[in-house]
């Protein structure tokens, strides 16, 4: 079955701090994979979708930025935290013989 | 533009009753998916159900059922003799080109 693996669970970092978010696939190849982050009591948003490794669409401009240095690897990063960055980012992959899954999730509080 | 929308922000039954989560979608795709997610407290989004568009049958896991009703853009999820585990965010979703929209969601509330 497919597993996405997330880390770390929770993440306090003061304005102005680097991020990286790291999120890992196991048990299928060649995966889409998905970044999303839910305000509280909301539904998701999608910030950035890889279809391959180095192919990444963003789809709301913002502070961060996504990369895919292997297949089974999408990385979420910010150069420098703002307040409005927090809340929870989930790592999601979609595999044709899956379907559609979500890692644990990070929940991010920038101070 | 494809929407979804869940028109019940919150409900609440007892255990053991049967509880009907509603949800249309507006599309003009003829082959996408559907799916309900349920969000527990601990946040983790767990896969409830899923639907093909191009099935007619409609597809069910356990105690979980949903209506598909393709012409009526319409997807409702049953809930059979509720648990107090099955309290939790539901979220309907939409799939189709890479694109997952989601529903705003269903608080749902399983009283003992």
């Known amino acids: 079955s497919q597993t996405i693996h997330q880390w770390p669970a929770t993440l306090v970092q003061p304005v102005g701090s680097p991020l990286s978010l790291e999120c890992t696939v196991e048990?299928?190849?060649?995966?889409?994979l998905y970044w999303y982050r839910q305000a509280a009591g909301r539904g998701l948003q999608l910030l950035f979708y890889?279809?391959?490794?180095?192919?990444i669409s963003s789809e709301v401009p913002q502070n961060l930025s996504a990369s895919r240095p292997q297949d089974r690897q999408f990385i979420l990063s910010s150069k420098k935290l703002l307040l409005s960055d927090s809340g929870f980012y989930l790592c999601?992959?979609?595999?044709?013989?899956?379907?559609?899954?979500f890692g644990s999730g990070t929940r991010l509080t920038v101070v | 533009a494809q929407t979804v929308t869940q028109s019940q922000p919150e409900m609440s039954v007892q255990e053991a009753e049967t509880v009907t989560l509603s949800c249309t979608y507006d599309?003009?795709?003829?082959?996408?998916?559907l799916f309900w997610y349920k969000q527990p407290p601990s946040r983790q989004m767990i896969l409830v159900i899923r639907?093909?568009?191009?099935k007619q049958q409609n597809a069910t896991e356990n105690r979980f059922s949903v209506n598909f009703q393709k012409a009526a853009k319409s997807f409702s999820l049953k809930i059979s003799d509720s648990q107090l585990g099955d309290t939790a965010m539901y979220f309907c979703?939409?799939?189709?080109?890479?694109?997952?929209?989601w529903g705003a969601g269903t608080k749902l509330i399983i009283k003992p």
């Open positions: 890889s279809v391959g490794i180095g192919q």
């Open positions: 999601a992959g979609d595999s044709p013989n899956y379907g559609y899954t």
């Open positions: 048990g299928t190849s060649n995966p889409n």
């Open positions: 639907q093909e568009a191009y």
């Open positions: 979703a939409f799939y189709s080109n890479y694109q997952l929209i």
């Open positions: 599309t003009s795709e003829n082959n996408y998916y």
